[in-house]
């Protein structure tokens, strides 16, 4: 059973567009984040969700929002997508903070024309 | 949070050979130290890590020291085999925070 999913795996759409990447975890985890890696292999916290509360928010345009229906899952909604937003997008889970191992998706790769 | 630095940023060694990834942190407020795998195409993995009770942690081929009066910790991998070739990062945190390194791309040569 994959631990933490998320889909889609390739996303390539224009520019100006809004897209959703999809992220379920069947852990049990409480915290649940959103990473970008760029074409460097740099990875940086987007955001952060504990029990549906956004606790940690690094300075993301608001074109960039989290939605967590529930403790299992936490979306990424992307709004009128630029050339800049092209990355691979990871998302992840804790059992609770920061200082518990993350157990990582297999990524979403974004591609702006 | 504040930046952690890892060094060097690519590193290639013979099939057999051991290699050391370092890191450095300025948190004080750290405590735990993890270390990640990322293979082509995949999610980052943890393969080890350490909390600042502890000095070393070993696991099979793969050790961790941490030094936290000097805020350096190191990777050690021995006896590297082709299958160790990836992206290693680093990480420094505690509860409410965690900084990536900027990465290691591992190379071992057959």
Known sequence: ?113 | GENVEQHPSTLSVQEGDSAVIKCTYSDSASNYFPWYKQELGKGPQLIIDIRSNVGEKKDQRIAVTLNKTAKHFSLHITETQPEDSAVYFCAAGNNNDMRFGAGTRLTVKP
């Not at chain 1, 292999?41 to 969700?49: A, E, G, P, T």
């Open chain 1, 1 to 113: 059973d994959t631990a933490v999913s998320q889909t889609p795996k390739y996303l390539v759409t224009q520019m100006g567009n809004d897209k959703s990447i999809k992220c379920e975890q069947n852990l049990g985890h409480d915290t649940m984040y959103w990473y970008k890696q760029d074409s460097k292999k740099f990875l940086k916290i987007m955001f952060s969700y504990n029990n549906k509360e956004l606790i940690i928010n690094e300075t993301v345009p608001n074109r960039f929002s989290p939605k967590s229906p529930d403790k299992a899952h936490l979306n990424l909604h992307i709004n009128s997508l630029e050339l800049g937003d092209s990355a691979v997008y990871f998302c992840a889970s804790s059992l609770t903070g920061f200082d518990q191992p993350q157990h990582f998706g297999d990524g979403t790769r974004l591609s702006i024309l």
